[in-house]
């Protein structure tokens, strides 16, 4: 009988073994998925924090333009001649070739 007791302990697996796949899971989605995305919003952020007034920029919505204005969040580009638009700066999405 105290046999069958020991070999049915050995049988149990450990907490640790049966959360481990769900960490290592975790581990994996947090460095191909999460960490990458922080650093391209740091990236952008750095970007639209740099922005000068000559800048060529593209917007979320695939408006080419040259920055004129730059007041707070609000920036004036210049999309044609006498065209002026204002956009916030978190629609600025990259920068654009000149």
Do not use: C, W
Not at 79 to 91: G, L
């Amino acid at each position: 009988m105290f046999n069958t007791l020991l070999q049915a302990a050995a049988e149990q697996p450990n907490a640790f073994m049966s959360f481990l796949p769900l960490i290592l899971i975790l581990v994996v989605f947090y460095f191909f998925m999460i960490r990458p995305q922080q650093k391209r919003q740091k990236e952008l952020n750095k970007f639209r924090d740099e922005l000068k007034k000559g800048d060529h920029v593209i917007t979320t919505g695939g408006v080419y333009g040259k920055v004129s204005k730059i007041d707070g969040n609000k920036i004036t580009l210049t999309v044609s001649e006498n065209v002026d638009i204002v956009f916030d700066k978190s629609a600025i999405a990259a920068q654009a070739e000149a």
